[in-house]
């Protein structure tokens, strides 16, 4: 088993930042893959970001040039950084942890933009 503890997120203006980080604990093995989805009212789940243990990364379109996904794998924890945040990243964001075998969950993150 894995657990997730997301920080961060909260409400900002059109225009600004925003950091989420998510720290993995647990049955943890070198090699896996940590990123972000989002949901917002209505919508699907989208993939937002990801990032692989030897940091090979991969953006929706969306969020390409304004989102900055990094990890540290010593402290098994992988964080977004938002910048030139839009009302439509309105959503709530859940970090994800993929081992090849299963994909665990954390508990979600509301990310509200206004404008």
């Known amino acids: 088993q894995v657990q997730l503890v997301e920080s961060g997120g909260g409400l900002v203006q059109a225009g600004g930042s925003l950091n989420l980080s998510c720290a993995a604990s647990g049955s943890i093995f070198s090699s896996n893959t940590m990123g972000w989805f989002r949901q917002a009212p209505g919508k699907t789940r989208e993939l937002v970001a990801s990032i692989t243990t030897g940091g090979n990364t991969n953006y929706v379109d969306s969020v390409k040039g304004r989102f900055t996904v990094s990890r540290d794998n010593a402290k098994n924890t992988v964080y977004l950084r938002m910048n030139s945040l839009q009302p439509e990243d309105t959503a709530v964001y859940y970090c994800?942890?993929?081992?090849?075998?299963?994909?665990?969950w954390g508990q979600g993150t509301q990310v509200t933009v206004s404008s």
């Open positions: 994800y942890f993929w081992n090849r075998i299963t994909t665990y």
